[in-house]
């Protein structure tokens, strides 16, 4: 159909050149068809014949941009469910080996997502709804410590899947203990034979869920293009006065060792 519409436009071109030729006396009126045709209405029809194309290709092209657009939207509400059930098969901390299989897998499934994405502000919204779950994720793999004030990571014991990974300090001891142990079962019709629990976390699903964590190579990250303040902290009043305080201390002030020091 395309090639048939390019065709009559490209017909349609060479008779309205022609026909206007023509009009001013540049080619004889033997040319357009030995006379049989009219330079006005050869012009009106190769006219008509040329817009009507053009608005055909036009409306193909937005018909074209909005079922684009549909189907963005569509896997763009298929990805935020996603990560809002990988954020939720996470966020109680637990180390099952099952769980963090599914959460793994639907992350990676959804990430696959982007690739047939198209329009722009529609990415846009799939990069936040990514750097969204990353935050909730980074919070929520991380642990209150007794010594250090900040969310600490995941201790290594964590992912052996054992219960008591808090308590335990030996990363030897942890592995002894989440192993299986041999046992023999008789094989009877009555009785399923029990089903071995495999503790320790897979390798992979831990790789993809922290290289998720990770900040991707090209993230435009947008913090350096803020402005510093200028002002005099003495003039703030309001809701952001403490934060400019707080801002004039710090970029007139350093500590080393201990001691408060004045920057040069």
């Given at each position: ?10 017909i349609a ?5 022609v026909?206007?030729s023509?009009l001013f ?10 006379g049989k045709?009219l330079?006005?209405?050869?012009i ?15 409306d ?14 569509i896997?763009?509400n298929l990805a935020?469910?996603?990560f809002d ?5 996470l ?8 769980i963090?299989v599914r ?5 990676l499934?959804?990430l ?19 750097e ?7 919070r929520t793999l991380?642990?209150k410590?007794?010594e250090?004030?900040n969310?600490?990571p995941?201790p ?13 300090p030996?990363?030897?001891q ?9 046992k ?16 320790p ?11 998720f964590?990770e900040?991707?190579?090209n993230?435009?990250?947008p913090l350096?293009?803020?402005?510093k ?7 703030s ?6 934060a400019?305080r707080?801002?004039?201390h710090?970029?007139?002030?350093f500590?080393?060792?201990?001691k408060?020091?004045?920057?040069g």
């Amino acid at each position: 159909m395309d090639k048939l519409v390019f065709l009559l436009i490209t017909i349609a071109i060479a008779t309205l050149f022609v026909a206007i030729s023509n009009l001013f006396g540049v080619v004889p009126e033997t040319v357009i068809a030995q006379g049989k045709m009219l330079t006005l209405p050869a012009i009106a029809i190769s006219s008509g014949v040329l817009i009507a194309s053009i608005t055909y290709l036009r409306d193909k092209t937005t018909q074209a941009t909005e079922r684009q657009r549909k189907s963005d939207e569509i896997y763009l509400n298929l990805a935020r469910d996603s990560f809002d059930e990988v954020y939720d098969l996470l966020k109680d901390k637990n180390n099952d080996r099952i769980i963090w299989v599914r959460a793994s897998r639907l992350l990676l499934q959804t990430l696959e997502l982007k690739k047939d994405i198209k329009t722009p502000d529609i990415l846009k919204a799939f990069a936040l709804a990514e750097e969204r779950l990353r935050t909730e994720l980074y919070r929520t793999l991380s642990v209150k410590s007794k010594e250090h004030s900040n969310p600490q990571p995941l201790p290594p014991q964590f992912f052996y899947g054992i219960e008591n990974w808090e308590s335990e300090p030996s990363l030897d001891q942890v592995a002894i203990k989440a192993s299986n142990k041999i046992k023999a079962h008789r094989v009877i019709r009555d009785k399923n034979i029990p089903e071995s629990n495999l503790r320790p976390l897979s390798q992979k699903t831990v790789i993809a869920i922290y290289d998720f964590l990770e900040f991707p190579e090209n993230y435009d990250d947008p913090l350096p293009r803020v402005e510093k303040w200028t002002d005099n902290w003495e003039d703030s009043h309001g809701i952001d006065q403490g934060a400019k305080r707080y801002v004039s201390h710090i970029n007139e002030y350093f500590v080393a060792d201990g001691k408060l020091h004045k920057r040069g």
